[in-house]
């Protein structure tokens, strides 16, 4: 299951480190963080809830960019 | 600008008169600390607010860290050391503000520059309705329906021309500057512009599966595949920055202790200063920033001129292409089969032909067609009589009352004409009147126009060989190389050959250079998928083919081959400038920092400077048009 949202940081390497932290979150198979697109593109694992997971994934990308925000 | 670019840039006049107002206006003690302090925490609690969550979330080594440990740092120094001399820190972090704005701001701008090149999303479809013309979003209509383009549109949907003609403007799409004539019957992409006459279409595809969406879809996920160089600054910065604030931790306390133990003053104030110089410098933004943009970049304007790059990786295994393996028909050459000479004729040319065409109307083979068409002109049947067709010969009619025979060599010993065999290589059709040989016509595959510049780009470009594998019979397989000057050419191979041949080349090459292949991608899947790059041709209709490759042309053309090696040549050139630049101006900056002949304000050039030089470079990237 891939999905893409669009989201919103200003640093590049803020970017980096949220593309990192959202790997080590639950029920993600991979995400990566396109900056210049300013896209998350996220494959879920097989039976994983998006919604749950995503809150998770914000949760930890806002740890490091406080400005971190995922149109969900 | 966005909300928060504006409200920083408020912040950062209001401080800075604030700052020129101070410097003016003198002001002792408590009161001009007091002030300065007010200054400082207007430009910079932001980054304070940052620093302390980073620290609680345990995330210490992050730039918000650094400014704010270096301008505290220097605070307390001018408490300490009773200057009063506040000026530094609040400069230091406005500066860094400044910086921090100017970069977003120029990061925001050429996102969307980028992004502005790269719009040709179609924002809506004229369909009618109880006649009358309404604007309904693309997503919306339905496979089969008919929508009305008009003039200076985009066609939003790709289907077939069911009524008037056109001019469409493919540019966008492909790069090409000439406009595509279209009528009825003819199929047409999403994405083009038309220039010149109402067009109504009727749909074949759903927006999700049309040109316009599956362009964007790649080109927007070309990002996720990164590239080796970006992997590298990924894990480059995740060691650098710890290593720098260590290293900035020793210089604070190792040389002032030495100078103790040896006897001497320990200068602490003089090395605290160096250290917080060192954090100032140490800030990897420029890297972090630049590599991925000018990887953005390149892609963005690669497929400007048509050339679609699947992922920043494939374009940094462009650069390297040094061997370039091409698939002969629909590549190098049109894939068509044409007319290309008439030789030995008793009557004239065009009698000839005509003999030929009208003999083989009923047949629907494909030289029977390419006859038809370079006859020029729908077969007149009513002057052909009884057809008689030999499998294996060719065909016996009676045309005009003569007895006509079209075919082979063998034919011909059958109906007792002298015939002459051709210097030519390619399909030889004989033809005799009345049984007396009359000459014969040479149909073959005809080489793309652009094929021998091609090739010849390449080659300036530095690639080593080119190479053409081909299904076809070794005497045009020898033709077309030749006339092309490609280094080698394999013929008669099986599918399954090719893979092979790919193999032994891949097998040849040393490590760094890569193989690209080059087809057209509906039989060619497995060579694309097993070569280092695999480059599809003609992307317009043929989903094989921007599933299998990892670069995906949208006009056929040969030329575009090498343009796109150039193209990531270019890239990856600015990409190691801008690696070499940052890390060099940062590196001697440190040593300086470290030696006591920088300041902040080298600092903050350092850190700001060369970062916004860096993504300034970076843009170039998006120049390709001349290359």
Known sequence: MM??????????????LCEIEANKVEGIASATINFWAQKMTVEFAPGADEKKVMKAVMKVCRKVEPDFEIEL | MTRKQKRNLIRIIVSSVFLIVLNIVPTTGLLRAGLFLTCYLVIGYDILRKAGRGIVNGRMFDENFLMAVATVGAIALAVYAKTGDYNEAVAVMLFYQIGEWFQSYAVGKSRKNINALMDIRPDYANVEQEGKLIQVSPDTVAVGSEIVVRPGEKIPLDGVVVKGASSLNTSALTGESLPREVTVGDAVISGCVNMRGVLTICTTKAFGESTVSRILELVENAGSRKSKSEKFISRFSRIYTPAVCISALALAILPPLVLTALGKSGMWGDWIYRALTFLVISCPCALVISVPLSFFAGIGGASREGILIKGSNYLEALAQTKYVVFDKTGTLTQGVFQVTGVHHNTVDEDTLLAYAALAESASSHPIAQSLQRAYGKEPELDRVGEIQEISGHGVLAVIDGKRIAVGNSKLMDSVGAAYQDCHQTGTIIHIAIDGAYAGHIVISDVVKQDAASGVA???????????????????????????LGLDG???????????????????????????????????DAPVLARADIGIAMGAMGSDAAVEAA????????????????????????????NVYFAIGVKLVCLILGAAGFANMWLAIFADVGVMVIAVVNAIRALQVKNL
């Open chain 1, 3 to 16: 999905k893409t949202y669009q989201i919103e940081v200003d640093c590049a390497n803020c970017a980096n």
């Open chain 2, 457 to 483: 780009e390449l080659k300036k470009a530095g690639v080593k060989q080119c190479i053409m594998l081909t299904g076809d019979r070794e005497a045009v397989a020898k033709d077309v190389a030749a006339a």
């Open chain 2, 489 to 523: 050419y394999y013929s008669q191979l099986l599918p399954g050959d090719k893979v092979q041949r790919v193999e032994e080349i891949l097998a040849g090459k040393s490590g760094r250079e890569t193989l690209a292949f080059v087809g057209d991608g509906i039989n």
């Open chain 2, 550 to 577: 990892d670069v995906v042309l949208m006009d056929d053309n040969p030329l575009k081959i090498a343009k796109a090696v150039k193209i990531s040549r270019k890239c990856l050139g600015i990409v190691k400038q």
